[in-house]
């Protein structure tokens, strides 16, 4: 399960031969402690949601996506730019006070 993650994100990530540009390239690393493999893999999903891989590989997937999961994702990327946009506000109005 791990080998074909680890053959996935590579090529989404564009990498030739896995065995020695995956060895160069510096991702995401899960240490398997007292040969505890679930744990291993708990770890390695929790990697992969925080950094956004999951979510390149579920675009990359040609499945069906549910009509409650693309509001769900239109949603934060609206209050996503909303928030960006009211941020650039800000900074614009407190460069303008500095300028004067």
């Known amino acids: 399960m791990i080998q074909a993650a680890a053959k996935r994100g590579a090529?989404?990530?564009?990498l030739g031969s896995l065995?020695?540009?995956?060895?160069q390239w510096r991702g995401i690393r899960v240490k398997v402690r007292n040969n505890n493999l679930d744990h291993a893999l708990i770890i390695m999903q929790r990697k992969m949601q925080s950094s956004g891989i999951e979510r390149m590989i579920k675009i990359e997937q040609t499945t069906h996506i549910k009509k409650s999961e693309k509001?769900?994702?239109?949603k934060k990327t609206l209050q996503c730019k909303l928030r960006s946009q009211d941020l650039a506000r800000k900074l614009k109005a407190i460069l303008v006070q500095k300028v004067r």
């Open 19 to 23: 065995s020695s540009q995956l060895q």
């Open 11 to 14: 090529s989404l990530l564009g």
């Open 71 to 74: 509001r769900v994702l239109a």
